[in-house]
């Protein structure tokens, strides 16, 4: 009988599990604190926070699954993965209801949607780099950076908007443009044939 052996993308998907799951939880967590100040605005916002977690998780499991073969998979990406938990642990926390900062999450998405487009950018360079000449796989991230451009440009003006119906115009759009990132990013890469 052989030795059953775990390999890293079988590890990758289980600790992406892992850290999901409960971030998935202290999201259920925050949403049961808050629906007693419920508004329009801070439904929004736990609107979009759910389409970021969704985004994340959907790229870090298209990931492991999609380019098995291709990714030689190091000890930093799994730092990697616990980097993006951690961010979307502390976005999580800025949903606290006593103290809703909606300007912090702004700032910090922004800032994060950076680090976002940066990831993107290293990941399309390397693509091109490769001896493939695969138009699809650069197409998708050139739509990956396309998105989080669009999406910190929203924020950036609901940032400095005093109106909070601009800031639910904001989160609502960004949540669909997001949505409309992981269905196009799962179509392209044939995840969902």
Wanted: net charge positive; hydrophobic share 55%; charged share 15%.
């Amino acid at each position: 009988m052989d030795d059953p052996k775990i390999g890293y993308k079988e590890l990758y998907l289980i600790v992406i599990s892992i850290i999901h799951g409960s971030l998935f939880f202290i999201f259920l967590d925050k949403l049961n604190e808050g629906y007693k100040d419920f508004n329009f605005l801070n439904i929004s916002f736990y609107i979009f926070i759910f389409c970021v977690f969704l985004r994340i998780f959907q790229t870090q499991v298209l990931a492991a699954i999609r380019y098995e073969n291709k990714w030689k998979l190091k000890i930093f990406d799994f730092v990697v993965i616990f980097v993006i938990g951690a961010f979307e642990y502390f976005l999580m926390q800025l949903l606290d209801n006593s103290n809703f900062n909606k300007e912090k999450i702004y700032v910090y998405f922004i800032c994060f949607g950076i680090v976002g487009i940066i990831g993107y950018v290293f990941t399309y360079l390397s693509i091109k780099k490769s001896n493939e000449d695969n138009i699809k796989e650069k197409n998708i991230q050139l739509i990956n950076i396309l998105a989080l451009i669009i999406i910190i440009s929203i924020f950036l003006v609901a940032f400095f908007s005093e109106s909070n119906i601009s800031k639910i115009l904001a989160n609502i759009f960004c949540s669909i443009i997001f949505v409309f990132n992981i269905y196009s990013s799962l179509k392209m890469s044939n995840a969902l044939n």
